[in-house]
């Protein structure tokens, strides 16, 4: 009898365990489960067929694969972090420190994504406000660095999610690319300069020397590496010998770099593509999202990131319009507003609370406010040039 008691208490055990950790990762992976529910809710209104095949970019999978999974290698030998720190160090005060930290991360967004970039460049933001006792700092340079990644990253084709996808979809020109999102680009240099300059003092500060040597062999591969997934990219070179090289390599000089992939990422693309390519085959949808987007597509699409987020946005209501430039600016400014327009303010508010517990409310409340302020002057400023 004890010993079948003691075996039901080790399988409710394991069970709550089993509970815990699925709570735990469907909590970090929130996007993605929802993009789960989407797909099946609406695979129930359009029965699974030969169609659905259709529904899926595996271009745009492929590449933003092989970015992340180079960059998780170059984040493994301190690439980043190296390169971050020794241009922090040139600077010898808090204003131009938090500047340059501003920097790194808009620049970051443009090379390695807007969530790798804030991945990398937080906890060095964080280390570098605790130990020149900055704290004060630390809510407003979290969201700076925040929005810097969000509209840092609107320049590249592979600085967003949504880029990448719009990018491909559209057959967009490199050079159109960067003519549509030029403007936006520029005013969010001005206006994240502007913040900084304001809102921290020029107060003296000192970082303490730290020994960093990178592996020359593994530095000069991964770099080679990169260049190959931004070359695919750009349409250079065909994505599957992108999809067969970069793993292959990976394989042997870095697997933990293949295990650190976001893969929740990959997979809420896949959730999605199948949610927007169902509602594509929805009438009733279909005339409501394209009336909509007919009266203002940049508008429109800007709002609705605030509700569903940026990426979703780009793949849903891609399939409602062909007026691809206003719907790339949208998905873009679109991504500084609320909390969930943006995967990577996510991440930015979990990696605030996690140093700063029980500042939750004070980190929202400035966050709110620049973001909203930002959200706004873009919108009116790209309405403007247009008319």
Known sequence: ?????????????????????????ASRNAVMVIALLAAEI?????????????????????CLFCVLAVVCALKNINFFYMLARRIVQLFKNARMSVLALVYITFI????????????????????????????????????MQNIAANLGGMLTPFGNPQNLYLYTKFEIPNGEFMRIMAPPFALSVLL???????FVKPEPLALADERIQLNPKRTALY??????????VFRGIPYWIGLIVIPAVLLFADRKALRMVDYPLLFTFVFFFIFAGNMARIGAVRGFFSGLLARNTLVFSALSCQCIS??????????????????????NVGGVGTLIASLASLITFREYVKHNPGKAGRYLAEFSAFN???????????????A
């Not at 937080?122 to 407003?140: N, S």
């Not at 770099?223 to 695919?232: D, E, K, T, W």
């Not at 909203?372 to 247009?386: A, D, E, H, Q």
């Open 1 to 25: 009898m004890s010993v079948g008691r003691v075996s039901m208490d080790g399988n409710r055990h394991a069970v709550k365990a089993f509970g815990r950790a699925l709570w735990a990762f």
């Open 42 to 62: 609406t695979s129930a209104i359009v029965p699974v067929d030969r169609a659905y095949l259709g529904y899926f970019d595996v271009k745009t999978l492929t």
């Open 108 to 143: 970051g967004s443009m090379l390695i994504a807007n969530d790798m970039a804030l991945l990398t460049f937080l906890p060095l933001g964080y280390f570098v406000l605790t130990t020149t006792g900055k704290q004060k700092y630390m809510a407003f340079t979290f969201v």
């Open 192 to 198: 994240i300069t502007v913040c900084c300059l304001v």
């Open 223 to 232: 770099l080679a590496l990169f260049a190959l997934a931004i070359a695919i």
């Open 310 to 331: 940026n990426v979703p946005s780009a793949i849903l209501l891609s399939q409602f319009t062909q007026n691809y430039a206003d719907l790339l600016v949208g998905v």
């Open 372 to 386: 909203f302020g930002f959200l706004f002057v873009l919108i009116g400023f790209m309405t403007l040039l247009k």
